[in-house]
């Protein structure tokens, strides 16, 4: 069983959103999902990230900035995951699938998440060009590219992509960042329940417990609301803790006053 590192202070009580992500990671059915992560970091960062079929031969000929871009050879750089997809996606590469958005206001993560699910359909590399434009062009072309360009290279290719299935795992409530990317067995098919049958992603129960009464609470959803597990003591509020050491992660307990309560997050 994974039990994740809970942080407890006056205003947290929460796991560290990508431990929940390395959770997903660790769980993968195949080993494939570092390549597709390496090719998204690839394509977030790059100034172009061609994708190419594997095995055929693309040369520097191949990215004439005079020529028009080839809609079987798109260049997919985006700043964001979702924009890569997307353009990989009219390529007929894959086809991608929002499986689950979660804020951290509605469970104990430490920052929202997102999990998409992605088919890809065809292998796929990924290839950026460097060009370096004249003097008297400010700026590429969209229409064209960089017709502009005087001198152009290769500068970087990507490992293969396999066809198979893919969960993409993005941490933050607000921008989302590339966390982890897992591969999945093709013929799983709810991935979601999936995902929160493994121990440690769900995030969504806290239980609590005293080391020297042993009187034992749980709250869910992200709630600080803690009720008693069969044990007759009386329900509590996270806000209301007394001695509260974030160091432990411990509060003082609210039944016996003498023992220490402690939290574990699944
Ligand atoms: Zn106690």
């Known amino acids: 069983m994974t039990i994740l590192e809970t942080s407890v202070s006056r205003f947290s009580l929460t796991v560290d959103v990508s431990d929940t992500v390395a959770v997903m990671i660790d769980n993968a059915d195949t080993p494939w999902g570092r390549r597709l992560h390496e090719a998204l970091a690839f394509a977030t960062s790059a100034d172009t990230a ?8 693309v040369g ?14 798109p260049d997919v750089a985006d700043c964001h995951v979702s924009g890569v997809l997307g ?3 009219a390529a007929s590469y894959l086809t991608a699938r929002t499986e689950l958005r979660e ?26 060009v460097d060009y370096w434009l004249r003097r008297d062009a400010n700026r590429p072309t969209s229409q064209y590219g960089y017709a502009y360009a005087r001198r152009w290279e290769i500068s970087h290719r990507s490992h293969i992509v396999p066809a198979g299935l893919y969960l993409i795992g993005e941490t933050g409530d607000h921008v989302p960042r590339l966390t982890g990317v897992a591969g999945v067995e093709a013929n799983r098919t709810d991935l979601v329940s999936h995902l929160f049958d493994l121990e440690g992603f769900g995030a969504s129960t806290c239980d609590a417990d005293c080391d020297a009464c042993g009187a034992q609470w749980r709250a869910e959803c992200g709630s600080w609301h803690f009720r008693a597990e069969d044990c ?30 402690g939290f574990a997050i699944s």
């Open 87 to 89: 353009k990989l996606a």
């Open 60 to 73: 520097l000929d191949d990215f004439r900035p005079d020529a028009p871009q080839r809609p079987d050879r």
């Open 103 to 128: 804020s951290s206001s509605e469970s104990y993560l430490s920052d929202g998440r997102t999990v998409t699910s992605v088919a890809v359909h065809r292998p796929f590399a990924l290839v950026e």
């Open 232 to 261: 007759p003591t009386d329900a509590w509020y996270f806000d209301d803790a007394a001695g509260i050491d974030d160091t432990t992660g411990t509060i003082a307990c609210p039944a016996c006053r003498a023992g220490r309560v």
């Open 50 to 57: 061609y994708a190419v079929t594997p095995y055929v031969s």
